[in-house]
């Protein structure tokens, strides 16, 4: 059978996901190989260092560096609040004084006789890893992070922003191709994951943000409504830090596009269940996309399931144009031709026959489609 590799997306009913939490530097790990976590739970901690302020004491008392040492008032190691005086001079036997203060509260690092300056560092910032999925630890990495698997259901998106959140998952559109009106979003829907079928709008998504939904997910969003929503046009840059609520994660593209069959039956099949999303998205080296993780609970957690691997693409693979003409259609691959095909604009390239769902069958270029991985 003919084979090919071409990036995909994954809509999986039941796999192996696993995650890597780590800490941006060594600290804590707070649990321990064969733990059961909550995707809220934290498994990590450390503490960054605090930001730096220099106060030029030498200039504010109007002396030499090397005096600075001798007119401190608080010495190398000692916490001072903000505006606390750390240094004075007294003059005329007392009846004037200069001083200089602290403009941060923190530790007095450095006090230099050199340049006449003191170094006053913020408190140490805290920073915890939760465990983003419910599942157990597999692996704990030093004193750095952990590894946390489960089985479920996994499916990714094409486009997203926003980090990382959870809800359950809520259904408001009556099929993929549903474009759905603000009056479908109710206060009942806070907090919740909501699948909206294809188009959502920017005036949608506003309506979804007064009621505090974590996170929407739609087939289509306008590039305008995007670049009105975050002020600013995103470019190839890695997304996912974005302070937004909801994230939105975008699973076939930008413009009017109904989600596909596969990946809204899926969801629609675990209404109500407990999951996980993402909208970090990278689309250069070291593809990113945002993600779906719903962990499986009873007797589906028990079954046997295989990590999803890349199959490639093969005959009878399901799949999806990402350029035009037919940008957006999902097919089924029926013929992968050997050798390259010269195509309507000239160029000769590898192709694959793609079997679209009204019978018909277009070649389109193997550069111009996408797996569906399921």
Known sequence: MA????????????TIVRRERRLPLAGEVLVKAGDVVKGTDVVARTFLPGNVETVNVANKLGMPP?????????QQGAQVAENQVIAEMKQLFGLFSSKATSPVAGTIETISAVTGQVIVREPPLAVSVTAYIDGEIVRVHGSVGVDVQCIGTFVQGI??????????????????DDIVESDRFGAELADQIVVAGSLVTGEVYERAAAIGIAALVCGGFHDRDLRRLLGYDLGVAITGHEEIKPILIITEGFGCIAMAEATFRLLQAHAGEHASANGATQ???????????????GARAATD????????????????IIREPGFGRIGVVKALPAGVVEIESEAKVRVAEVELPDGSTA?????????IER
């Open 3 to 14: 084979h090919a590799y071409t990036p995909g997306l994954k809509v999986v009913a039941n």
């Open 66 to 74: 090397e005096e600075v040492p001798k007119f401190m008032v608080a």
């Open 159 to 176: 486009f997203g922003i926003g980090g990382e959140t959870h809800g359950d998952i809520a259904i408001v559109a009556a099929g993929p």
């Open 283 to 297: 689309i250069r080296a070291g593809v990113l996309r945002p993600e779906i993780i719903i962990p499986a609970t």
């Open 305 to 320: 399931a295989e990590e999803s691997m890349p199959m490639g693409l093969t005959e009878g693979s399901p799949v999806r």
């Open 363 to 371: 070649t389109v270029p193997r550069a111009n489609l996408e797996a």
